[in-house]
């Protein structure tokens, strides 16, 4: 019996070190060297309190301690304003594991908002990234940005005004993107060159695109895949693309709901899609030239399951727009798809029967969209369900949420 | 690859009792500190100098020069080494001196000429037995002690080229963003390719393969134009635009060994640049300096663009001025 107590009590001494502080920082003089100061000797365990009110910052924040949570009195209480910034290429750079950030706000960085690289089972919760001046091409890329990490929860997190992607996940593995809203953005949310995510219950708004599952050649990270897109709201994503050019985003049209380019098995169903004219879910082969000889350009096993979607592209961003809406009877049906397949017939891409859609019937990847020859689509339904089992975020990171 | 570090002060004492002193022991250099869990307060508690303005290394801290330096808004650089005595140097990837636990970095950041010039910041490096750790250092208006700033600071300064800037000192952590590998931080200047073979010899007792492969910087103009740029672009930006680096998610390799053309940018596209592509499809379009992302970022100054993020706050006009000729002369495609 002793000998059970004495291991109960080491056991709760790991769990909760006894030397974890919680350090409160306030807002007025000096909080750049402040907080920056408690972010660099903050140790596992510790919480960094942001006092409510605005934090006026001249120079990016990072953490680079384990098992650190920095959270603030509420999203628009506690402001981290970069207004002034003078350097860093983001407003807040995590580069440690198991970090969480809660119930603060960054406004008006420079570049990046909030970037964490490397930094495995973090969780944003509650978390604001914000360009005040709304859509903008000199806004920053990214508001919420994890990437090259594995163990990533976005739970409840604002975007609104980036001039990439508002909630963007690049190079990463077992994500989970949910309850969070992204307005205003190029792109609403997008996944990139990641595996076994889910994307669920997000409200995605008058972004130019809404939610992306890209694949991109030339990456570290490459082969994307086994995502899941199910029970968004994607509406009103009708704002002109405001992308610098250069960035791959930047070919995305205005009004796209649902975009999946290459990737490898993606699911999207049970999505309300209303109000993106050019195409509520569009399936494609990455459209350029590249080379990487490890690269697959070509989406493989996509299921486009029931989606509750208005008539689909009644404004499409497509040359011959007129042509192709007079073709279809005044709106493009709601899947758009370019036709490419890595071998023909090879189940590429399988939809919903009560899901109409419309093939550009490309032959060639890489050549542009002249070779089109647009029609109906004529694809198979989808199948037997997917095993999602080890998607999405690790389980235990649920526990730090709050 | 062996040195042994008993000599330069055998040396000094020697010295010391044969020019009649009193026999007090040599300074020395606090290894203590060094290899120890702290935070030193001040640079002077290392004691690697035998001045409190830093001008005077102790015995066995030495001095070194790079072919082709990192360029820091136009910041004179004072850099030393230092080694405990017995230690072993050996050679390690891209040519790194592999310094043992109980070495020092140390490199003084000044602004200003002759008389008049002032010291900003003393950056150190400190090799422990858990890894390196780095220290930012930020020096008093006295100009006679240099106080731990762990987050940092921002000094008014003049540079060469008179313009009047707010001088960055990197946080500790912004130290990592460019000494960081593999998530450690590692030394990231001292290279044998970019040391002359004279100092080499001198400091290791011999010369390593590949010593001194750089160009030197001041012989830019005369230099090839492709091996300037591309030690330059090793040197100012392949800490982070490399595998296991800060800016490894870019797909971006810009080592002096890199061979593959995509990977050091020619018609590679951007990953994540935003606005910093500056509506440019690629970072390098041979012959064609101006349509290229490389240099559109080198010549810019605003945060978000400009690049390198950490560490510059104005162009870099001469740096610029090789990147462009160097595109400019390659073939187009």
């Known amino acids: 019996m002793i000998r059970t107590l004495l291991v109960a009590t080491a056991l709760a001494t790991f769990a909760s070190p006894a030397l974890a502080e919680t350090i ?54 506690s402001v981290l304003d970069f207004t002034g910034q003078q350097g860093a290429g983001e407003g807040l750079l995590v580069t440690s594991d198991s970090v969480t950030l809660r119930d603060f706000a960054v406004e008006n960085p420079k570049g990046d908002g909030i970037k964490s690289k490397g930094a495995d089972d973090i969780v944003y919760q509650r978390v604001r990234v914000t360009w005040t001046n709304g859509p903008a091409s000199t806004n920053g890329a990214y508001g919420v940005y994890p990437v090259e990490s594995t163990g990533i929860l976005i739970d409840g997190v604002e975007v609104s005004g980036a001039s990439d992607a508002g909630i963007y996940v690049g190079q990463s593995n077992r994500i989970t993107v949910r309850n969070s809203i992204a307005s205003y953005n190029v792109a609403g949310i997008e996944i990139e060159n990641s595996r076994k995510a889910i994307v669920e219950r997000n409200y995605v708004t008058g972004n130019t695109g809404g939610i992306l599952v890209f694949d991109l050649p030339g990456l570290p990270v490459k082969n994307g895949g086994e995502v899941l897109v199910r029970n968004n709201l994607v509406a009103n994503n009708t704002t002109a693309n405001f992308a610098p050019e250069g960035n791959i985003v930047a070919s995305v049209r205005r009004g796209t709901g649902i975009m999946v380019m290459a990737n490898d098995t993606v699911w999207v169903g049970q999505n309300m899609l209303y109000d993106n004219p050019t195409a509520p879910i569009m399936v494609i082969a ?37 042509m192709l809406l007079a073709a279809f009877g005044g709106a493009l049906p709601p899947v758009m798809w370019d036709g490419l397949e890595e071998t023909p017939d090879s189940g590429t891409l399988m939809v919903h029967p009560e899901m109409k859609g419309w093939s550009l019937n490309l032959t060639e990847q890489g050549k542009g969209l002249d070779a089109a020859n647009p029609g109906p689509l004529d694809v198979g339904a989808i199948g037997g369900p997917i095993d999602i089992s080890d998607w999405g975020a690790p389980q235990a990171l649920e526990a730090r949420l709050q | ?124 490096l400190l090799h422990r037995a858990d890894g390196w750790v780095a220290l ?8 006679n002690e240099a106080t731990l700033a762990l987050a940092g600071a921002r000094r008014e300064v003049t540079t060469p080229q008179g313009q009047q800037i707010s001088y960055r000192v990197p946080n500790k952590n912004q130290c990592k963003e460019c000494h960081g590998l593999q998530g450690a931080v590692t030394p990231i200047g001292p290279k044998a390719r970019n040391l002359s073979a004279a ?126 000729r160097w595109i400019g002369g390659m073939a187009a495609q």
């Open chain 2, 199 to 324: 100092w080499l010899q001198s400091f290791l007792g011999d010369v390593p393969e590949g010593a001194e492969t750089l160009p030197l910087w001041e012989h830019r103009d005369t230099a090839d134009v492709a091996a300037t740029a591309r030690a330059y672009l090793d040197v100012n930006c392949a800490h982070c635009h490399r595998p296991g680096a800060t800016a490894s998610n870019s797909g971006l390799d810009l080592r002096w060994e890199t061979e593959a053309p995509q990977a050091f940018g020619v018609n590679k596209r951007p990953v994540a640049a935003g606005r910093g592509s500056g509506g440019l499809m690629f970072d390098i379009v041979p012959g064609d300096p101006e349509a290229s992302i490389l240099v559109y970022r080198m010549a810019s100054d605003e945060p978000g663009v400009a690049m390198p993020e950490l560490g510059k706050s104005i162009v870099h006009e001469d740096g610029v001025e090789v990147v462009e």
């Open chain 2, 136 to 143: 930012p250092y930020v020096w008093n208006d006295d100009q």
């Open chain 1, 286 to 322: 990455y459209p350029m030239p590249f080379d990487d000889p490890e690269y697959n350009p070509y989406p493989r096993d996509i299921s486009i399951g029931f989606n509750s979607v208005d008539e689909g592209g009644t404004d499409p961003r497509f040359e011959g727009a007129e």
């Open chain 1, 24 to 77: 409160t920082i306030a807002p007025g003089e000096d909080a750049q060297e402040r907080l920056q100061e408690a972010l660099i000797l903050a140790e596992a365990g510790d919480e960094i309190v942001l006092e409510a009110g605005r934090f006026t910052l001249t120079d990016g924040l990072s953490l680079d301690a384990d098992g650190v949570t920095l959270r603030g009195a509420g999203m628009h209480a």
């Open chain 2, 1 to 124: 690859m062996i040195r042994h570090f008993g000599i330069l002060a055998a040396a000094a004492a020697t010295l010391a009792i044969t020019a009649g002193v009193q026999a007090l022991p040599p300074p020395k250099v606090n290894d203590a500190l060094i290899a120890g869990d702290t935070l030193p307060k001040t640079l002077g508690d290392y004691g690697f100098f035998l001045d409190t303005a830093a001008n005077d290394p102790t015995p066995g801290v030495v001095p070194y020069r790079l072919n082709m330096p990192l360029f820091s808004d136009g910041a004179e650089k004072y850099r030393f080494v230092y080694v405990p005595e017995g230690e072993d140097v050996r050679l390690g990837e891209q040519s790194l001196l592999q310094f043992p636990v109980g070495s020092a970095l140390i490199k003084t950041f000044a602004f200003g000429e002759g008389e008049n010039q002032r010291k900003i910041e003393t950056r150190v």
